[in-house]
């Protein structure tokens, strides 16, 4: 089974931390994922990479950087965290190679991140 | 742009009971399109997928999902709902470029005994 890793369940950070929440994934995927959750909201993507070092920007990038220097862990980084930034955070992974609309993504478990 | 629908914030339904989800995409060519369920203190699992073909698909744990590209509709169904099903859903679209997908706002699902 493909098993997607988050650092942590749970976090509850300070405004203007920084933050590093991290990911990984043991199944060898290409592409990486990070997405925030928010009620009534559903999914919203943040990042994605395709490969080691690459980056593409989501939906909403704002606020957020990604880090991906091996191919089994990606970062997502919040540089200076702020209250509107609280949230649940899913990382993912997908089962074959770039380009191709029909992967299936598999999720982590999330990490509820709380900013005070 | 691609955008998902999913009229329902919330349904109830009583165990047994029959069960259909809603979910209405925007997408300028043709979707691919995803549902996913997430459990309680669980990340997303699949439960069905619709590339191209058949537009009736079967998924795990018995749901299945019609395509119907005249309403622009992709519809979760399950002819008998048991208390396990209690879960938020999610439908998704697929873009073309890239692996991006669009996700739906969710439909959190209550199943009474």
């Known amino acids: 089974d493909v098993k997607v890793t988050q650092s942590s369940r749970y976090l509850v950070k300070r405004t203007g931390e920084k933050v590093f929440l991290e990911c990984v994934q043991d199944?060898?995927?290409?592409?990486m994922f990070w997405y925030r959750q928010d009620p009534g909201l559903g999914l919203r993507l943040i990042y994605f990479s395709y490969d080691v070092k690459m980056k593409e920007k989501g939906d909403i990038p704002e606020g957020y950087s990604v880090s991906r220097e091996k191919k089994e862990r990606f970062s997502l980084i919040l540089e200076s965290a702020s209250t509107n930034q609280t949230s649940m955070y899913l990382c993912?992974?997908?089962?074959?190679?770039?380009?191709?609309?029909?992967?299936?993504?598999?999720f982590g478990p999330g990490t509820r991140l709380t900013v005070l | 742009a691609q955008s998902v629908t999913q009229p329902d914030i919330h349904i109830t339904v009583s165990e047994g009971a029959s069960l259909e989800l809603r979910c209405n995409y925007s997408?300028?060519?043709?979707?691919?399109l995803f549902w996913y369920v997430q459990s309680p203190g669980q990340g997303l699992q699949l439960l069905l997928k619709?590339?191209?073909?058949?537009?009736l698909v079967q998924g795990i744990k018995g749901f299945e999902a019609e395509f119907k590209r005249s309403q622009s509709s992709f519809n979760l169904r399950k002819p008998s709902v048991h208390w396990s099903d209690a879960a938020e859903y999610f439908c998704?679209?697929?873009?073309?470029?890239?692996?991006?997908?669009?996700f739906g706002g969710g439909t959190r699902l209550m199943v009474k005994p």
């Open positions: 998704a679209v697929g873009h073309n470029a890239g692996n991006m997908l669009t």
């Open positions: 993912a992974s997908d089962d074959t190679g770039a380009g191709s609309s029909t992967d299936t993504q598999y």
């Open positions: 997408y300028g060519a043709t979707p691919y």
């Open positions: 619709y590339f191209s073909g058949d537009t």
């Open positions: 199944m060898d995927h290409e592409n």
